[in-house]
């Protein structure tokens, strides 16, 4: 608080305080004849009292508002504030004070009911989609064993419903993944055979040829949240792979002290102008819009799960030619682990 400010806020008092003073000066004089020495020293008196008196004012209040201004400034949870004040001992302070503390109290408390109907709402979600899964695995194992019903378009639709459902859940895990991935050494080469196999059969219809090359490493990594990015990515070149001809490379290789895991395939590729955007959220592009498969979230989530998880992802595409997906994964990353 500056003290121009503070004098400005206070003029009416000043310039009332200053005509209290010529009022009582011109009094002594009219009624009493005092000498002049006697009114210069009772003008000096009332000028200190009201100076001392005013200065003090203004050290205790500006104390409190500089330390609530740098304070406010410092914290990242503002509505923490009142938890690192202390009470101001002037009236005006005190009521600031109390005032923030109770809209401060509200508010936490508006907050906790809403993060415990939001934790119920994922706490549902969470189960209403195991339950959907028991049924879905009931009609893919149904499929399997009846041959009239084995057509690649049912397949498809399955296979997509699944990978939906993925999404959902792992979106809602999303927020506080951190609770729930232990960091260890995986095999990379375990990981993409896991996901190769839950994609068998789209791939087996589709006629999509799978080639791995030189995967031999282990990386640092959460194995359940890694698999999930790999069937995302395979996915999405599944839904975007050429009716002839698909095929998609998946290799490993050395820079410096990274791995890359590079999934590349010879699908119709990204436009130009959606390549900067694929990784935001509920982006769909040109692709997504021509064939009303896509919902935006694939990408995002796999972006803050390796962000997570401390690892890079980078993709590049030629429209109708190619789309290839980087993951580059540091050697020896424990403390690159975002906590």
Not at 102 to 120: F, P, R, T, Y
Request: aromatic share 12%.
């Amino acid at each position: 608080m500056k003290l121009k400010n503070y004098l400005k806020d206070n003029l009416f008092f000043v310039v009332g305080y200053a005509l209290l003073t010529l009022c009582i000066i011109l009094f002594l004089n009219a009624f009493y004849h005092a000498n002049r020495a006697f009114l210069f020293m009772i003008l000096i008196l009332l000028i200190l009292f009201f100076l001392f008196f005013f200065f003090f004012d203004y050290i205790r209040k500006n104390k409190f508002y500089h330390d609530l201004t740098t304070k406010l400034e410092e914290l990242d949870q503002k509505y923490f504030i009142t938890e690192v004040l202390t009470s101001p001992s002037f009236l005006e302070g005190k009521i600031t004070y109390e005032a923030l503390y109770e809209a401060n109290k509200s508010m936490i408390e508006n907050m906790n009911q809403v993060k415990g109907s939001m934790k119920d709402f994922k706490d549902y979600l969470e189960l209403w989609i195991h339950e959907v899964k028991i049924p879905l695995s009931s009609l893919v194992l149904t499929i399997h064993n009846n041959q009239a019903l084995q057509q690649p378009k049912i397949m498809e639709q399955i296979k997509r419903l699944e990978n939906d459902l993925d999404q959902i859940l792992y979106y809602v895990r999303s927020e506080n993944s951190e609770k729930d991935y232990l960091i260890k050494e995986t095999s990379l080469k375990k990981v993409i055979n896991q996901v190769i196999l839950k994609n068998k059969d789209i791939l087996l219809y589709k006629k999509i040829s799978i080639e791995r090359k030189n995967i031999e490493s282990n990386v640092l990594t959460d194995s359940k949240w890694l698999e999930f990015i790999l069937n995302q990515i395979i996915n999405n070149s599944i839904k975007y792979a050429k009716e002839e001809n698909a095929k998609i490379t998946i290799t490993e290789s050395h820079q410096d002290n990274k791995i890359l895991l590079k999934i590349k395939d010879n699908g119709i590729g990204i436009k130009a102008s959606d390549l900067s955007r694929v990784f935001d959220k509920s982006f769909t592009g040109y692709n997504g819009r021509n064939s009303s498969v896509s919902t935006g979230m694939g990408l995002y989530i796999c972006q803050n799960l390796c962000k997570k998880l401390g690892h890079k992802i980078s993709i590049t595409s030629r429209q109708n030619e190619f789309t290839e997906v980087v993951i580059t994964f540091t050697k020896n990353n424990f403390y690159d682990v975002v906590k």
